[in-house]
């Protein structure tokens, strides 16, 4: 799998499985372990804050082991509240968290090519979560924990899902991400050095807000064990994030996507 592709399978899984219907997660707590293995494409930006889309293969991952352990895309974990068993379980969730960061590569697009790579490595962090019947609150915060650019990010989500029919269950999901200034300099920054090379003009990003953005998801049920999901998503990157050469002069603010894939419950 090459970053690109596995990039966008930890984008589509976090998106389509982190909110889930009450009638979906109460039929994983009755079961000790479930796991979601699917694949399919999805059309994106090909990299963040670009105006030049791909369309891509991608694998999906899920596993679930009664709400305890949870690994979705690109993102671990542990719920220790669930662990002890007690009544904030039913509304409350908060525990360690570790996250997969897919980098950036040079050669993902033209623009990119004198500004070096980002190499992949993790963040981790703490997540809290609370649920009320079909809405659905996260927030997470993680730090890099590889030494690559030291930056921390924080990111808020609201969840409500709800069932078309008996069949097909549908989500909406509204996420905002706020970026310290290694991150965003890492990301959306361009050295002097940089600028040299690549003829973008020389900026430092600071800390903020980077993006808000909306998502809709439709999962219809085929069987017991097959379903399919489709998913478009629009975002919109904001403050120092939209204001960088690779966005403002090269790029768009305006992030969009959409997907679809089928996947196996067991």
């Known amino acids: 799998m090459n970053r690109s592709v596995g990039g966008a399978a930890a984008l589509l899984a976090v998106s389509l499985v982190s909110f889930t219907t009450t009638a979906a997660s109460q039929e994983q707590q009755e079961e000790s372990w479930s796991f979601n293995l699917g694949a399919g494409a999805m059309y994106r930006p090909d990299y963040e804050g670009s105006d030049d889309y791909e369309v891509r293969g991608l ?31 039913k509304n409350l969730s908060f525990g360690p968290l570790v996250k997969f960061d897919q980098g950036r590569e040079a050669d993902d697009n033209p623009i990119l090519r004198n500004l070096g790579d980002i190499d992949r490595g993790a963040l981790a962090g703490v997540f809290i979560g609370y649920e009320l019947g079909p ?52 990301y959306f920054g361009i050295t002097g050095d940089q600028s040299r090379a690549s003829g973008l003009r020389a900026f430092t990003a600071a800390a903020g807000v980077k993006d808000a953005g909306a998502a809709f998801s439709l999962n219809y049920v085929l069987t017991e064990h097959w379903r399919v999901t489709g998913r478009l998503a629009y975002r919109r990157l904001l403050g120092d994030a939209a204001d960088s ?15 679809l894939f089928a996947s196996y419950r067991f």
């Not at 924990?145 to 989500?157: D, F, N």
């Not at 050469?245 to 959409?258: C, H, K, R, T, Y």
Request: glycine share 8%; hydrophobic share 40%; no cysteine.
């Open 59 to 89: 694998p999906v991952l899920g596993v679930n082991y009664r709400d305890i352990v949870v690994l979705q895309g690109p993102s671990l974990k542990v719920d220790v509240i669930e662990l002890t068993g007690t009544e904030l379980a």
């Open 135 to 186: 809405v659905e609150l996260e927030l997470s915060v993680a730090q890099d924990a590889t030494s690559r650019y030291e930056g921390l990010i924080a990111e808020i989500q609201a969840g409500y899902g709800f069932m078309l029919t008996q069949r097909l269950h549908a989500q909406i999901q509204l996420s905002s991400t706020w970026a310290d200034d290694d991150y965003t300099q890492a």
């Open 245 to 259: 050469p690779l966005v403002e002069d090269q790029g768009s603010a305006n992030q969009a996507s959409a997907a």
